[in-house]
């Protein structure tokens, strides 16, 4: 492994500073679980080497009457755990316990996670579903990206190399709402998503008043399936609406073939999980 300066920065301000001097010959750590294999492998040769864990504002987790607060450094475990994480935002929850191993969960983190941008990321869905946004501190100050906007392409944000995802911010998805994430993998830990989808459900007056449905693996980036939103949005959802929404969830992937599976099979993923989270979404939103 080639040697690197380690910088121990406690204030955002602090890191965007190492940041600006670096640029692209710095690296961030949070809990090191794609870093590291990283470096070991020679894929990244970073200078300089930035650890979080000594700023606060990017462990934040908390939740209040606008939503809930998503620090960067937040580990998978802490989510899978968390008071605040669970109710109306049970799916973020539940992908945070399935990311890897525990002693994995223990260390990988959000904003890992989504910064790594692999098209099978687990804590994407659930966070575009629940339409969540990006807090990203930069040298001109803080901006705040849409979820759906802050994946670029396969393993590309739209993160510069003087920026840092500070926080995710979750809205309060309101009463009568419900929501859950589930994925398809050969192996039942240790293994990455074949298809993964995450759906959210609103209730407003006895029909669905929202509906998001959020789909990883079957594109270059995590994907909203807007056909099938649309489909239920307005209307009772019935067992009917939810299996037409599932056929045009379909719609909106574009699978791939590799050696984890067939474009077919994950278009027949992409059905029958979409069925199951919505039956699900909608269980959870009339409780």
Known sequence: M???ELALPDSVEKC??????????????????DLLPQLKNHLRRPACVVDLSGVKRVHVLEADKSGLRIGAAVTARALERSH??????????????????????????????LCNAA???????????????AVIAGPKGERRVPLQSFFAGVRTTVLGPD??????VVPDPGARSGGTYLRHTPRR????AVVGVASQLTLTDGVCGKARIALAAVAPTPVHATAAERALEGKPVTPEAIERAAELAVEAARPINDQRGSADFRRHLVRVLTRRTLTTALARASA
């Open 2 to 4: 080639r040697r690197f």
């Open 163 to 168: 920026e840092l995802l500070v926080e995710l």
């Open 16 to 33: 965007l500073d190492l940041l600006a001097r670096h640029k692209a010959d710095a690296a961030l750590l949070a809990g090191g679980t």
């Open 189 to 192: 830990e240790l293994d990455i």
């Open 84 to 113: 605040a994480a669970g109710g109306r935002y049970a799916a973020i929850a539940e992908s945070g316990a399935l990311v890897g191993s525990v002693q994995v969960r223990n260390l990988a983190t959000v904003g890992g996670n």
């Open 119 to 133: 098209p099978s990321a687990d804590m994407a869905p659930p966070l575009l579903a629940l339409e969540a946004q």
